[in-house]
């Protein structure tokens, strides 16, 4: 199977598609920004931004109150959001 490089990807679809990157998980966020600087325009973050929410469940589901384990969550999410936000270049655009 030939290789095709994002650049060619880009420069056959002008602008008429967007690129949509998934699969992130073990992206750098300099690989990450490698994709945008080709036209990647979305980019699936999930497991990226879930990864520390969900093993903090894991270990502190029935060690904290329900409320504290919330507001645990949420400021977890909020802080790796920020990381990949600041990371592919979209803070502050929104």
């Known amino acids: ?15 008429r598609l967007r690129i949509v990157l998934h699969g992130t ?6 690989i990450m920004q490698r994709c945008i600087d080709a036209g990647v325009s979305k980019i699936n973050v999930n497991k990226l931004v879930l990864d520390e ?9 029935g060690k904290k109150n329900l409320t504290t384990l919330m507001e645990d969550s949420v400021e977890l ?15 502050g655009k929104a």
């Open 1 to 15: 199977m030939k290789s095709i490089s994002l650049d060619a990807i880009a420069s056959t679809i002008s602008g």
């Open 25 to 30: 998980n073990d992206f750098s966020p300099k």
């Open 53 to 61: 929410y969900l093993q903090d469940l894991a270990v502190s589901a």
């Open 77 to 91: 999410v909020s802080q790796a959001m920020e990381h990949w936000m600041d990371a592919c270049g979209s803070s």
